[in-house]
């Protein structure tokens, strides 16, 4: 891999968890943002994706990428640029690690673009891009995680109705 950029965070979730919404492409443009359309081209026998088109629309940046991604269980997923009209590569991943008070996530990217930019420019391109993404999954997994925990809190008790 190139030169890459790399953050982490912590998410009070499992793995398991983590992972799901990871792999929930059809979600992706209710909590990434730049995401605006999703279709998953390919899936593995574990019923995975491996291989997705992805619109994007950052302001100023609308590009149309399909990625190849390969899944090793609950411990990392990552990904490689099939095609793209702005970029000439884009490698990244996502490797889950569990913890004492939660589950640490990596997020490292690499890009390269078509048009000349300045290696400074990119690896702070990247660092937003990045720091976005793990802000929007942690938010995306720990609210899904609290509404799920809400929902068996006992609001509702079985053979109550009247």
Known sequence: MAE???SSTTIDAT?????AVIADF???PEWTGEVKEVEVLGTGPDGRA??????????AIKDEHVLAYTWDGERQVSWTLVKSQMLKSLDGSY????GRSGTEVTYQLAVDVKIPMLGMIKRKAEKVIIDRALA???????????SAASDTSGSHTPGAEG
Do not use: F, N, W
Not at 15 to 19: G, H, S, V, W
Not at 50 to 59: H, K, N, S, Y
Not at 136 to 146: C, N, P, Q, T, Y
């Open 95 to 98: 490797s889950l690690a569990p």
């Open 26 to 28: 059809a979600a992706y």
């Open 136 to 146: 929007g999954l942690k938010k995306r997994v720990e609210s899904a995680s609290a």
């Open 50 to 59: 491996e291989q997705v088109r992805l619109l994007l629309d950052a302001g």
């Open 15 to 19: 793995p398991a968890r983590i992972m």
């Open 4 to 6: 890459h950029t790399r």
